[in-house]
């Protein structure tokens, strides 16, 4: 199984990004999905995930400013990121899991956004 995610990079505050995560070797539209990230000096922090059949929920942290979504048809799920502030810098891995706990992780992309 891999989980390839991309789309990071240096934004300014208040600019938008959208991450995407390619999954192969696995059954995509059998698998719940999420976002999660690391910021220097923290722990991991789940963002978003979205069920097998679309439906999505947040953390309330992004709540309102970031949207997940997932394309079956070509294995991807996405992160539309709004709004932007310094906070969010961080590593963003998307993970994969069929029942309670994430089972396969991506190996992240860095998103740095600067004041």
């Known amino acids: 199984v891999q989980l390839q995610a991309s789309g990071g990079g240096l934004v300014q505050t208040g600019d938008s990004l959208r991450l995407s995560c390619a999954a192969s070797?696995?059954?995509?539209?059998?698998?719940?999905m999420g976002w999660f990230r690391r910021g220097p000096g923290k722990e991991r922090e789940f963002l978003a995930g979205?069920?097998?059949?679309?439906?999505?929920y947040y953390a309330d942290s992004v709540k309102g400013r970031f949207t997940i979504s997932r394309d079956n048809a070509k294995n991807t799920v996405y992160l539309q990121m709004n709004s932007l502030k310094p906070e969010d810098t961080a590593s963003y891995y998307c993970?994969?899991?069929?029942?309670?706990?994430?089972?396969?992780w991506g190996q992240g992309t860095q998103v740095t956004v600067s004041s």
């Open positions: 070797g696995l059954t995509f539209s059998s698998y719940i």
């Open positions: 979205i069920t097998r059949t679309g439906g999505p």
């Open positions: 993970a994969a899991k069929q029942s309670s706990n994430y089972n396969y």
